[in-house]
């Protein structure tokens, strides 16, 4: 027996409200590019928006000109959605509460993640979207997730609560170590002495 693996998120839908309501918050908010529109295959009375969340992937949303926005977190319970994250540029993030501020959204403020730092706000249907930004860049040939996974063994062995930059900075080194050779017969770090 084989696995189906996953190669990636190929999209997200949502059951919006209105045509407007979503074409205003997902790309005249949040900056996704409204791509294109199609009638829901499925049901054709709703329309189906697309749209690019900035890494070619797609967020869609079924709308409905009968349904109106209600302002009412999402339901919470087993199996449904808790919140969709969003990855932000550093410089977009420290922009982030003076733009939510301008239109008068609330937001939870920025929240230290350890590894990165996230903001929370609800779009005009209730679901918790949060903007997230990672502290650090990944090495060349790797991922976010290969730094996040040795950092999670760094924490581990060192009996710490949760992910710090502290294990980030040292995850980097250790996969650097292991994927770069070198002519030195001695990697250890050094004091550099004057003179």
């Not at 302002?71 to 808790?82: E, F, K, L, S």
């Not at 918790?128 to 996974?149: C, K, W």
Request: charged share 25%; proline share 5%; glycine share 8%.
């Amino acid at each position: 027996m084989q696995k189906l693996q996953s190669q990636g998120v190929h999209h997200i839908t949502l059951v919006g409200a209105g045509r407007q309501t979503s074409i205003d918050f997902w790309e005249g908010v949040l900056g996704m590019p409204f791509i294109f529109e199609q009638p829901n295959l499925d049901k054709p009375s709703e329309s189906h928006l697309y749209f690019d969340p900035g890494d070619g992937r797609l967020i869609t949303i079924f709308t409905d000109e009968t349904r109106t926005a209600v302002q009412r977190r999402t339901p919470t319970d087993p199996g449904c959605v808790h919140h969709i994250a969003f990855a932000v540029s550093r410089v977009t993030f420290l922009q982030a509460v003076a733009r939510l501020d301008e239109r008068a959204i609330k937001h939870s403020g920025v929240k230290d993640r350890g590894f990165m730092d996230s903001i929370y706000f609800e779009d005009p249907l209730g679901l918790l979207i949060e903007l997230a930004s990672y502290r650090f860049e990944p090495p060349a040939g790797f991922t976010h997730a290969d730094v996040l996974m040795e950092a999670h063994k760094l924490r581990v062995t060192r009996g710490d609560y949760n992910i710090a930059e502290v294990h980030l900075a040292d995850a980097i080194q250790a996969l650097v170590e292991r994927a770069r050779a070198t002519l030195s017969a001695d990697r250890r770090p050094k004091i550099h002495t004057e003179g």
